[in-house]
């Protein structure tokens, strides 16, 4: 079993940025894929980011590319979502997912292990 623990969610001022932290304590979390989903109020989860385990391969929605960024410290067992300019539609729970043989990275269903999630609201 892989325990996921999402952190730095909060409130952040439009155009401003913020990290987002997924750790966990198994000591082969290097060999998982980690993606990065959200859900806002009353829709559906939706795919944000995501990193295969040697960290060559990155995958963004489009919502969130070129001011999105995420990386993984295998070191460390945690995975980074920084993400800048922010914009009140970021407003949403954000899940990390984890899992192994990825294939499609947009696909929740790929992931087989989630964490609780963190709460991020954007003002304007």
């Known amino acids: 079993q892989l325990q996921l623990v999402e952190s730095g969610g909060g409130l952040v001022q439009a155009g401003g940025s913020l990290r987002l932290s997924c750790a966990t304590s198994?000591?082969?979390?290097?060999?998982?894929?980690v993606g990065w989903f959200r859900q806002a109020p009353g829709k559906e989860r939706e795919f944000v980011a995501a990193i295969g385990w040697s960290s060559s391969i990155t995958h963004y929605a489009d919502s969130v590319k070129g001011r999105s960024t995420i990386s993984r410290d295998n070191a460390k067992y945690t995975i980074d979502l920084q993400m800048n300019s922010v914009k009140p539609e970021d407003t949403a729970i954000y899940y990390c997912?984890?899992?192994?043989?990825?294939?499609?990275?947009?696909?929740?269903?790929?992931?087989?292990?989630w964490g609780q999630g963190t709460q991020v609201t954007v003002s304007s």
């Open positions: 997912a984890a899992g192994l043989n990825i294939v499609k990275y947009v696909a929740a269903y790929e992931y087989d292990y």
């Open positions: 198994r000591h082969t979390f290097g060999s998982y894929s």
